[in-house]
């Protein structure tokens, strides 16, 4: 679990600007909410965040489960391990 504190606060300010960055690189007509969750995931774990990653992309594929009608059946709990 991470604790607010104002360098993770800034870090995460900093990824959102990459995200932000990498929709403008892309130049695509309309994004969509699928390839910016996609973004903030790859930037979450290119800064190191894995364990912010894990729950965002938990969350992610939780909802996706419950908008197609699994989510009662189904948890999501992901875990990453790194790979040296």
Request: avoid cysteine; aromatic fraction near 8%.
């Amino acid at each position: 679990m991470y604790v607010l504190t104002d360098d993770l606060r800034q870090n995460l300010a900093l990824v959102t600007k990459k995200v932000v960055l990498d929709l403008e690189e892309a130049k695509v007509e309309r994004a969509t909410i699928s390839m910016i969750q996609s973004m903030v995931e790859n930037r979450l774990l290119g800064a190191g965040y894995i364990t912010i990653a894990e729950h965002y992309i938990s969350y992610r594929l939780q909802r996706d489960l419950e908008r197609s009608g699994y989510g009662d059946h189904i948890a999501v709990h992901l875990h990453f391990e790194q790979i040296r």
